[in-house]
Structure formats: structure tokens, C-alpha cells
């Protein structure tokens, strides 16, 4: 029996077009975000990124221009995943809404033309002089928790001063769900501690109150109560 899978490319196409539509609000310029910093576990753990950061980090590491390529040749999402700004998706298009190469000129396109112009830093020959940044997903600043406390404090910070929330572990979603612009981006793979063996929380055995008397404590309570 032969499976033809007609619908996917719909589905995602549709999906990640959903997933743009549904813009999270932006921080406010003017967002305090040195007051965040000021309460978490260390300050070192914000950042507020640029796109200088991503350009540096994300875009010119997966650009080879000499050939042949090193032999051998390895390079994967991961290499860009923990880079310290936080902010490279896997898919480089995944910086821009919906996914795509920043399809330019089809609002003047006549009806009987297409003239669709593709973002040039994404493509040979890689044209970094224009990174279309005013359409880029950048968050207005990177949250790199280390513990719960962090992050209950991170969401607190967002909901006082009205700025949405994204959350990226690598970077590997192909909507771009997991960077959003203008939010806090809570990046979970850099500093915080894996889930222990045992299933429990690894950093709550060294909560003072596991009661909930704290945010440390208070997040550790929900997890052990859910049997984390």
C-alpha cells in the first residue's frame, strides 16, 4: 500500500502562517529590565539581544563561502542552539514571522506576475547588508533561568509591565513558536538543571522551604505535587 502525504506541506504552511497571526504583546521600550534583573538568582542570567548578536552567532556561523568544505564536515542546530544571546532558530527563515525568506513585492506584483524578491542573507550568495531587520522576530530581551525562581519571577516581571512570553529550549520549532519579537524569551537549555533520573526536580532537594513559603519553594511544591 503507498501512502502519498498531500496534506502536510498544507498543514504546515497554514500552521506556521496560524502561529504568526497570533502576535503576543511587545515590551514597551521604555521596560524596566534592569529592575528584572536586580531580582534574579544572578545578573548575568539577562541579556537583551541584538542584531549584531544574531547576525554573529546564528547567520554568519552557517555561512560557508569556501570550497570544498572542511572533510570532514560536521555542523548542527546544536552549534547555534546554546549560543550565548539566545536567540538562533535551527531554520535561520524561523527569525522572520511565519517562517519565511521575508517574500518581498507581492502586495505590487501585477495579477498576472509574480515578482516575489527572497530575503538575501539567507541564500547564496548571502547578502548580509540588508537583514530586514525591523521584520525579524527578535525578543526585546533573553532570560537564561537557573532556577525556578527565575522563571516565576521572569513571567511575574512580563505580566506587571504587559509583555508577552516565548519559550525556546534549542530552537528547533519549525512554526518559529519559540521566538516571538518584542517578548521575554525564557531560554531554558542554558543554565537550567535537567530533570533528575529519579523523576523529581534535581534543584528542589536544596530548597529551604519546599512548602511554598518561597518562589524556589512555591514551584517545587507544584512539581512534586504533579509527581515531578
Known sequence: MKFRPV???????????????????????????????????????????TVVDWKAQCLDPMIFTEAPLPDPFHLFGYDIGYAPAGVCMVHMSCMYPGCEYKFAGRESC???????????????????????????????????PKTASDVVRGVEFARE???????KVVGHSYFGSSTARGTLLIKMSTN???????????????????????????????????GK
Open 7 to 49: 496534506f502536510f506541506a498544507p498543514i504546515v504552511l497554514a500552521s506556521a502562517a496560524a502561529a504568526a497571526g497570533r502576535r503576543p504583546k511587545q515590551a514597551k521600550p521604555d521596560t524596566p529590565w534592569e529592575d528584572l534583573r536586580a531580582v534574579l538568582s544572578s545578573p548575568d542570567i539577562l541579556n537583551i539581544p
Open 110 to 144: 501585477p495579477a498576472d506576475e509574480e515578482c516575489v524578491s527572497y530575503n538575501s542573507a539567507l541564500e547564496p550568495p548571502f547578502d548580509s547588508s540588508d537583514l530586514f531587520d525591523d521584520e525579524m522576530e527578535l525578543p526585546a530581551a533573553v532570560l537564561h
Open 161 to 167: 509591565h504587559g509583555a508577552g512570553v516565548s519559550v
Open 192 to 226: 537550567y538543571p535537567r530533570y533528575g533520573m529519579e523523576g523529581s526536580l534535581a534543584e528542589c532537594a536544596g530548597v529551604d522551604d519546599p512548602a511554598g513559603g518561597t518562589a524556589d519553594g512555591a514551584a517545587c511544591a507544584l512539581a512534586t505535587a504533579r
